[in-house]
């Protein structure tokens, strides 16, 4: 989400699954479709089959994804940047980018600061003492018309500051970092530089394999930079495409189940922000060309605004800043890994849990058992018991030392309510439920509105330090206690209060105070003339139901922003309006018609593109342009390659700032000890993933699934295990710096020796799903238990894809 908005201003899958089929070369990383996303998959097959487009699987592993793709490349587990590195390099030495759409379409010409510096693996305006970047100090040269002066010449110009960063990364660097061999990553540059073609387009296809790493943002933001330079964002068959790990994975993240977050990608107040101007100059984005229309930023208030008249109702008026006051401004951070470095530090009393499981799936499980052993109470929200409802039955836990009081409240299932689910695509889908609750089980919604209630009435009898934001929010229910998913859907599209009627769209939004949006990005979805995601208009009628004949099927479901289909889509036509290829129109400008046509336009829906204030084709940032360099990460405005925290070798490109500086070390911070191991003693990489057999460690109650997966294991390359002596079947011990599992091995060939570095190198694979609760409760090793407890310097994700290990026959 970081790394996509930072550079497009939306945090989102760009295009949509059908449309994958529009391309003509496919980059999968940090991925596996075929197994992971298999329905989804079908529209690469598409694309190769209907179109010969091809198919380049980067990847550790050799997996079904691999078997059907023109090429596998076996890569080092988070050396990504490298690679992608390496193909934008390719791409610049050889004057291979797409000229005319770099020059429209992106910052490239943008002219830098001249405090703008890179040495020895550090940008400018790193604090030593707090271990951060001042990301200000990556800025433009600002003319004294207030813009940034533009020169693409410039020596400082955003172009050419690129060229030369990332003229380090040669074939020979790819393959001293990656261990793609030369001969194999020239190949696919070849492919690669093909794309900058106007009648060609390329897609970039990515999942957890390059999101869960400590330069997770970074890796993903490096493909998104070789996007723009080729001219593939915005067009049908193009995009940077996330695959979501669940099926409502972006409408939780849409609905800020991120801490850092308001509803629609607002961000969280800061502490200092006395008011909404404050609030709004330090989060809205600014104008900086003078053709950009800024949309994200002009409308911020409103969108503001709008949410907290949704939550607040008649008492958040002018007079009083509309509530702002009501919303919390943290001083630090509440990410998962935060969550529980506070409950290890004895700093949070109590945890409510729901549809998650965290000894399983966060990092470090044996300090997550602590961290639970440490709380006064537990409250779990699932449909089944799980390893943190009973995580004192870990076979390494005295029960008897165990003080947390753990509630278990039995919540349904998804398949036991209605509801929408908003997919990778950003589709909102309404469903139905398939079953009726059993026995107690209550809805989770249901389960947090009774227990506010609750709150609410101690409020009423107690009084408290600050009551008003719980004795002033709206519950606009029938049953304050049971709200029904439809009600809350209306609630979140938005109404205008002097009519009383829904809206249409989130361009009638008002800061007035006259309009309300639980989250402004689904405005439109449930307007007065219904649900607009139970819409079923598909291939029963394709010459009706998709007149552009480019699967945009715009009467299928909903989906955000204002039903389009691919983001950015002003970028698949030139700066008149023509579309880059004819035979894949995105939008065209129809001079006739005065209006924009094909999907919806991403873009002022009647804007002359002859004139010459048109406004710039990225509408979400401050730019109105792609964004090549970027302050809005944490890590560098250029992404650059470093060593995961654990690493078999020094950094070939500047060995003495190995790992990024700015990763988020909890142990460290917080007095414990880092437990990091080194090579000598762990000389394996090792990444983690999941099985198609298996859905993260819900399946470990299904009797069916457990039959077909009933033992945890570990994929062993085969030359590893001919010199440790191990054979499939045997059991084996894998340790880290943390932890250790004792399972069986399975030695494979779908994962091979790497030179990295002159270094012969192995790399082992963990699959997730297994604990000490379910059908199989004797297979109670964590696959956690071995990963380290650290974070990405800007989402905090943790790195569960690359760590040391060690591996012993037992």
């Given at each position: 989400m970081v790394s996509l908005a930072a550079t497009f201003g939306r945090g989102a899958m760009t295009n949509h699954w059908r449309d994958i089929r529009h391309a003509d070369l496919m980059?999968?990383?940090?991925?596996?479709?075929?197994?992971?996303?298999?329905?989804?998959?079908?529209?690469?097959?598409?694309?190769?089959?209907?179109?010969?487009?091809?198919?380049?699987?980067?990847?550790?592993?050799?997996?079904?994804?691999?078997?059907?793709?023109?090429?596998?490349?076996?890569?080092?587990?988070?050396?990504?940047?490298?690679?992608?590195?390496?193909?934008?390099?390719?791409?610049l030495q050889n004057n291979l980018e797409h000229k005319e759409y770099v020059r429209f379409a992106t910052n490239a010409s943008f002219v830098i600061k001249e405090s703008y510096n890179f040495t020895d693996g550090m940008f400018n305006g790193f604090?030593?003492?707090?271990?951060?970047?001042?990301?200000?100090?990556?800025?433009?040269?600002?003319?004294?018309?207030?813009?940034?002066?533009?020169?693409?010449?410039?020596?400082?110009?955003?172009l050419n500051l690129m060229r030369a960063h990332y003229s380090r990364y040669t074939p020979e660097m790819v393959e001293r970092i990656t261990g793609i061999q030369r001969a194999d990553f020239l190949e696919v540059a070849k492919l690669v530089g093909e794309m900058g073609r106007p009648d060609k387009v390329m897609?970039?296809?990515?999942?957890?394999?390059?999101?869960?790493?400590?330069?997770?943002?970074?890796?993903?933001?490096?493909?998104?930079?070789?996007?723009?330079?080729?001219?593939?964002?915005?067009?049908?068959?193009?995009?940077?495409n996330a695959e979501r790990g669940h099926a409502n994975?972006?409408?939780?993240?849409?609905?800020?189940?991120?801490?850092?977050?308001?509803?629609?990608?607002?961000r969280i107040p800061a502490p200092g922000q006395k008011n909404i101007d404050d609030y709004i100059a330090r989060s809205a984005a600014k104008k900086l060309h003078a053709n950009s229309l800024n949309f994200f930023g002009a409308n911020y208030r409103k969108f503001l605004v709008s949410l907290l008249k949704s939550w607040y109702g008649d008492a958040a008026t002018a007079a009083n800043d509309f509530a702002f006051a009501h919303l919390p401004k943290p001083a630090s951070d509440a990410s998962w890994l935060s969550i529980f470095d506070a409950a290890l530090r004895g700093k949070m009393e109590g945890l409510m849990l729901s549809g998650m499981t965290a000894t399983s799936i966060g990092p470090d499980s044996n300090q997550v058992l602590q961290a639970l052993s440490n709380l006064k109470w537990l409250c779990v929200m699932d449909a089944y018991s799980t390893t943190s409802s009973e995580f004192w039955r870990e076979p390494s836990i005295d029960p008897s030392k165990v003080q947390t009081e753990v509630i278990l409240l039995p919540a349904t299932h998804w398949i036991e309510k209605d509801g929408s689910f908003t997919n990778s695509g950003r589709w909102a889908q309404w469903k139905e439920a398939v079953l009726p609750p059993e026995g107690e089980a209550r809805h989770d919604h249901w389960i947090l509105a009774e227990v506010f209630d609750r709150v609410r009435a101690l409020y009423k009898e107690q009084g408290g330090k600050y009551p008003e934001p719980v004795l002033q929010l709206v519950m606009p229910y029938k049953d304050v206690r049971r709200p029904e998913l439809d009600e809350i859907a209306k609630e979140i599209n938005g109404k205008d209060l002097i009519t009383g009627q829904r809206l249409t769209g989130f361009a009638l939004l008002k800061d007035d105070g006259t309009t309300t949006a639980g989250d402004w990005i689904y405005t439109g979805h449930y307007p007065e003339s219904g649900n607009l995601t139970k819409r079923r208009d598909g291939i029963q009628d394709p010459a009706k139901n998709d007149p552009t004949g480019m699967g945009y099927y715009p009467n299928w479901a909903w989906?955000?922003?204002?039903?389009?289909?691919?983001?950015?889509?002003?970028?698949?036509?030139?700066?008149?309006?023509?579309?880059w290829d004819p035979k894949r129109v995105g939008i065209q400008w129809d001079a006739v018609t005065g209006r924009w046509t094909g999907d919806v336009p991403d873009y002022p829906a009647t804007a002359d593109p002859a004139k010459p204030d048109s406004p710039l084709p990225f509408i979400m940032t401050g730019e109105g342009t792609g964004r090549l360099f970027s302050n809005g990460v944490a890590d560098g405005p250029f992404p650059e390659h470093y060593e995961p925290i654990e690493s078999p070798i020094d950094n070939p490109l500047h060995p003495k700032v190995s790992a990024t500086p700015v990763a988020f070390k909890y142990d460290e911070r917080a007095g414990r000890p880092n437990r990091f191991g080194t090579s000598a003693d762990y000389p394996y990489v090792a990444t983690s993933y999941r099985l198609t057999e298996?859905?993260?460690?819900?399946?470990?109650?299904?009797?069916?699934?457990?039959?077909?997966?009933?033992?945890?294991?570990?994929?062993?390359?085969?030359?590893?295990?001919?010199?440790?002596?191990?054979?499939?079947?045997?059991?084996?011990?894998?340790?880290?710096?943390?932890?250790?599992?004792?399972?069986r091995a399975v030695v494979t060939a779908r994962l091979g020796p790497l030179t990295i570095d002159g270094k012969k190198v192995y790399q082992i694979g963990i699959p997730?799903?297994?604990?000490?609760?379910?059908?199989?409760?004797?297979?109670?090793?964590?696959?956690?238990?071995?990963?380290?407890?650290?974070?990405?310097?800007?989402?905090?994700?943790?790195?569960?894809?690359?760590?040391?290990v060690n591996i012993e026959k037992m």
């Amino acid at each position: 989400m970081v790394s996509l908005a930072a550079t497009f201003g939306r945090g989102a899958m760009t295009n949509h699954w059908r449309d994958i089929r529009h391309a003509d070369l496919m980059l999968i990383n940090g991925a596996n479709p075929a197994e992971a996303h298999p329905v989804g998959f079908q529209w690469m097959m598409r694309a190769k089959i209907e179109r010969g487009g091809k198919m380049i699987h980067t990847d550790p592993r050799f997996t079904r994804t691999s078997a059907v793709s023109d090429k596998h490349l076996r890569i080092r587990t988070g050396t990504d940047v490298a690679y992608f590195g390496g193909l934008i390099n390719y791409v610049l030495q050889n004057n291979l980018e797409h000229k005319e759409y770099v020059r429209f379409a992106t910052n490239a010409s943008f002219v830098i600061k001249e405090s703008y510096n890179f040495t020895d693996g550090m940008f400018n305006g790193f604090d030593e003492a707090k271990k951060v970047y001042d990301t200000t100090a990556w800025a433009y040269e600002i003319g004294p018309d207030g813009f940034a002066v533009q020169d693409i010449d410039h020596p400082r110009s955003v172009l050419n500051l690129m060229r030369a960063h990332y003229s380090r990364y040669t074939p020979e660097m790819v393959e001293r970092i990656t261990g793609i061999q030369r001969a194999d990553f020239l190949e696919v540059a070849k492919l690669v530089g093909e794309m900058g073609r106007p009648d060609k387009v390329m897609t970039i296809i990515y999942a957890v394999g390059l999101t869960h790493h400590t330069t997770g943002v970074q890796l993903i933001r490096s493909g998104a930079l070789l996007q723009l330079l080729l001219g593939n964002m915005g067009r049908p068959g193009g995009g940077m495409n996330a695959e979501r790990g669940h099926a409502n994975i972006q409408g939780n993240t849409d609905h800020a189940i991120s801490w850092d977050i308001l509803p629609g990608y607002l961000r969280i107040p800061a502490p200092g922000q006395k008011n909404i101007d404050d609030y709004i100059a330090r989060s809205a984005a600014k104008k900086l060309h003078a053709n950009s229309l800024n949309f994200f930023g002009a409308n911020y208030r409103k969108f503001l605004v709008s949410l907290l008249k949704s939550w607040y109702g008649d008492a958040a008026t002018a007079a009083n800043d509309f509530a702002f006051a009501h919303l919390p401004k943290p001083a630090s951070d509440a990410s998962w890994l935060s969550i529980f470095d506070a409950a290890l530090r004895g700093k949070m009393e109590g945890l409510m849990l729901s549809g998650m499981t965290a000894t399983s799936i966060g990092p470090d499980s044996n300090q997550v058992l602590q961290a639970l052993s440490n709380l006064k109470w537990l409250c779990v929200m699932d449909a089944y018991s799980t390893t943190s409802s009973e995580f004192w039955r870990e076979p390494s836990i005295d029960p008897s030392k165990v003080q947390t009081e753990v509630i278990l409240l039995p919540a349904t299932h998804w398949i036991e309510k209605d509801g929408s689910f908003t997919n990778s695509g950003r589709w909102a889908q309404w469903k139905e439920a398939v079953l009726p609750p059993e026995g107690e089980a209550r809805h989770d919604h249901w389960i947090l509105a009774e227990v506010f209630d609750r709150v609410r009435a101690l409020y009423k009898e107690q009084g408290g330090k600050y009551p008003e934001p719980v004795l002033q929010l709206v519950m606009p229910y029938k049953d304050v206690r049971r709200p029904e998913l439809d009600e809350i859907a209306k609630e979140i599209n938005g109404k205008d209060l002097i009519t009383g009627q829904r809206l249409t769209g989130f361009a009638l939004l008002k800061d007035d105070g006259t309009t309300t949006a639980g989250d402004w990005i689904y405005t439109g979805h449930y307007p007065e003339s219904g649900n607009l995601t139970k819409r079923r208009d598909g291939i029963q009628d394709p010459a009706k139901n998709d007149p552009t004949g480019m699967g945009y099927y715009p009467n299928w479901a909903w989906s955000w922003p204002a039903n389009r289909r691919v983001l950015y889509n002003r970028a698949s036509a030139d700066s008149l309006g023509r579309p880059w290829d004819p035979k894949r129109v995105g939008i065209q400008w129809d001079a006739v018609t005065g209006r924009w046509t094909g999907d919806v336009p991403d873009y002022p829906a009647t804007a002359d593109p002859a004139k010459p204030d048109s406004p710039l084709p990225f509408i979400m940032t401050g730019e109105g342009t792609g964004r090549l360099f970027s302050n809005g990460v944490a890590d560098g405005p250029f992404p650059e390659h470093y060593e995961p925290i654990e690493s078999p070798i020094d950094n070939p490109l500047h060995p003495k700032v190995s790992a990024t500086p700015v990763a988020f070390k909890y142990d460290e911070r917080a007095g414990r000890p880092n437990r990091f191991g080194t090579s000598a003693d762990y000389p394996y990489v090792a990444t983690s993933y999941r099985l198609t057999e298996h859905e993260h460690y819900v399946t470990q109650h299904v009797d069916q699934l457990v039959a077909l997966q009933p033992e945890a294991f570990v994929e062993v390359p085969a030359e590893l295990a001919k010199e440790k002596g191990i054979a499939t079947g045997d059991r084996v011990r894998v340790s880290s710096k943390r932890g250790k599992l004792e399972v069986r091995a399975v030695v494979t060939a779908r994962l091979g020796p790497l030179t990295i570095d002159g270094k012969k190198v192995y790399q082992i694979g963990i699959p997730i799903h297994w604990g000490f609760v379910g059908i199989n409760t004797s297979q109670h090793w964590l696959a956690n238990a071995l990963t380290p407890f650290v974070g990405d310097a800007s989402s905090r994700t943790p790195e569960f894809k690359a760590f040391l290990v060690n591996i012993e026959k037992m």
